[in-house]
């Protein structure tokens, strides 16, 4: 049986070949941009071979550099939630050697191993949220309640040795509510400025779609700049700072969209999902008793870092190497994105720095000093797809950002590092 599904554009007849698994689906024609309903074939799969404006195949080009540590290792970062596999794009040698034990690998074997002595599952989010951490970047969460998100960002603190601070956002919050504000102090006479919760290290701020604009404009300068304006005087906030929001799906009653600006100051966006039936059962185990949580973060979990050594490592990663030709990498699928026929609105160059920000992050988590197209590829899902919108042809046809950016990022060449 063939590898593929062959057949000829409606429009310009250009000869495509696409691979069996991707049957039923739609592709976009590399030569007049057409799209195309791929025929039904055989439900026997075979290695995907992308259209390209040739009727054969093109040769891919992928790393040369050794493979990462598995992702079923626990000693191993896992795979971001909803990522675009590396492996599309089949690879002609080894990939990304192992890394070296270093000081960082180490520090997060150990930042998760106590994390896992309460908080049970959400490997992605817990990934996420320290790739975040120690790229100066901040999170939004898309998922329902009672996924133990509070639960995760005191573990976090405590663990890290960091100040925890939580907003609960309501449609009546003010920014004062959250920056603070001066009080006339009545024996002085003069006005003393309260700081307000976002005075922290990590900051839960839950339900941030339950407020509207106004109230999300406090945390502009706050989320970009680390430094909070009141009456013309600017305070610093205390570094680590890491905004971890929370918002329910779209369809939910009483809800705000967040502005474009608000959205893009957010290095990922990561969709929380229900636990697996065996963490579950972990979860019921291990906290179905009446323990208060204090108690258990104080008996049970280790603080195993500092702020300073944190703000170190931050610094560090920023000697982790990326080639020329990665760069390039990071600014075609970028640039890709304002150009892609669904999309109405395209990714700014804060993606790019986002994606190279994190592909170092995560090299340093492999133990590598090093990026590779691996670790762009890992996280260009949550990185973009909160800064993308569809067109509203797309919407109606029912298409997912996930599937479209997938497929985006398969139509670029993957360089190979040398």
């Not at 007849?13 to 069996?20: A, E, F």
């Not at 309640?145 to 639960?151: A, E, I, M, Q, V």
């Not at 609960?168 to 024996?187: C, E, H, V």
């Not at 133990?367 to 797309?394: K, M, N, W, Y």
């Amino acid at each position: 049986m063939s590898a593929t599904i062959e057949f000829r554009c409606s429009s310009c007849q250009q000869l495509l070949k696409i691979g069996h698994e991707l049957a039923g689906r739609q592709v976009r024609c590399p030569q007049c941009s057409n799209i195309q309903n791929i025929p039904n074939a055989s439900p026997e799969v075979a290695p995907i071979t992308f259209p390209t404006p040739q009727p054969a195949a093109p040769q891919p080009v992928t790393a040369s550099n050794p493979q990462p540590p598995s992702y079923q290792t626990p000693a191993t970062p896992p795979t971001l939630p909803g990522t675009a596999q590396p492996t599309t794009v089949t690879p002609q040698t080894a990939t990304t050697r192992e890394g070296q034990d270093t000081e960082t690998r180490r520090l997060y074997q150990r930042i998760t191993a106590e994390i896992a002595k309460v908080y049970v599952g959400q490997d992605e989010l817990v990934m996420g949220t320290l790739v975040a951490l120690f790229s100066n970047g901040h999170v939004l969460i898309e998922s329902v309640p009672g996924l133990g998100k509070t639960l995760f960002v005191r573990t976090l603190g405590k663990v890290l040795g960091c100040d925890f601070g939580r907003i609960q956002f309501t449609a009546d919050l003010m920014p004062s509510d959250i920056t603070g504000a001066p009080i006339f102090n009545m024996k002085t006479q003069e006005f003393d400025f309260r700081p307000g919760p976002v005075f922290t290290q990590l900051l839960l701020a839950d339900e941030i779609n339950r407020s509207p604009a106004k109230t999300h404009a406090a945390l502009l300068e706050i989320m970009q700049e680390r430094t909070v304006t009141i009456d013309g005087t600017t305070h610093n906030l205390k570094e680590p700072f890491l905004v971890m929001a929370t918002q329910n799906p779209i369809e939910s009653e009483g809800t705000y969209n967040l502005p474009e600006a608000q959205l893009d100051r957010f290095m990922f966006k990561l969709i929380a999902d229900y636990p697996t039936v065996e963490d579950e059962a972990k979860i019921l185990m291990m906290h179905g008793g009446q323990d208060k949580l204090d108690d258990r973060l104080e008996a049970d979990v280790e603080t195993v870092t500092s702020d300073e050594e944190i703000c170190r490592i931050v610094k560090e990663n920023a000697n982790v190497r990326v080639d020329p030709t990665l760069v390039n990498y990071i600014n075609q699928i970028v640039r890709r994105t304002r150009e892609w026929q669904m999309f109405h609105i395209g990714a700014s160059p804060r993606a790019g720095i986002a994606l190279m920000q994190g592909a170092r992050t995560l090299a340093a988590f492999y133990g590598r000093d090093f990026a590779v197209p691996d670790d762009v590829v890992q996280i260009a899902l949550p990185t973009l797809r909160h800064r993308v919108s569809l067109t509203a042809e797309a919407e109606v046809e029912g298409h997912d950002v996930d599937q479209l950016l997938n497929e985006l990022i398969r139509t670029i060449e993957v360089p190979r590092i040398t």
